[in-house]
Nanobody
Framework: QVQVVESGGGSVQAGESLRLSCTTS????????MGWFRQAPGKEREGVSC????????YYADSVKGRFTISRDNARDTLYLQMNSLKPEDTAMYYC??????????????WGQGTQVTVSS
């Protein structure tokens, strides 16, 4: 059974940073593209950032380019999202996902339960 577990969310002030982590079990982590998604209340889920299996190729939504950095450690089966210069509009539930298209940042098949990020002004 595949499990995807996020951690690292929290409440911060605008301009501060957070780092999200995601671990998986039940799949060969180093063979899967991974991604971070978010969903704010009343809005559709959006792809924030995705990364190919090796970490060489990355996708970022325009809204986070230059502020967020996705990375992965295949030796530790862990995905990261470093979020700097956070804005109130970054407030959302953040989800980690495995097994999709990194360049389209879509069609992922395995999802975590999410971790809440709240940014206050």
């Amino acid at each position: 059974q595949v499990q995807v577990v996020e951690s690292g969310g929290g409440s911060v002030q605008a301009g501060e940073s957070l780092r999200l982590s995601c671990t998986t079990s039940g799949l060969r982590f180093d063979r899967y593209a991974m991604g971070w998604f978010r969903q704010a209340p009343g809005k559709e889920r959006e792809g924030v950032s995705c990364i190919n299996w090796s970490g060489r190729f990355k996708y970022y939504a325009d809204s986070v380019k230059g502020r967020f950095t996705i990375s992965r450690d295949n030796a530790r089966d862990t995905l990261y999202l470093q979020m700097n210069s956070l804005k109130p509009e970054d407030t959302a539930m953040y989800y980690c996902a495995a097994g999709g298209s990194w360049d389209a940042c879509a069609d992922f098949t395995h999802w975590g339960q999410g971790t809440q990020v709240t940014v206050s002004s």
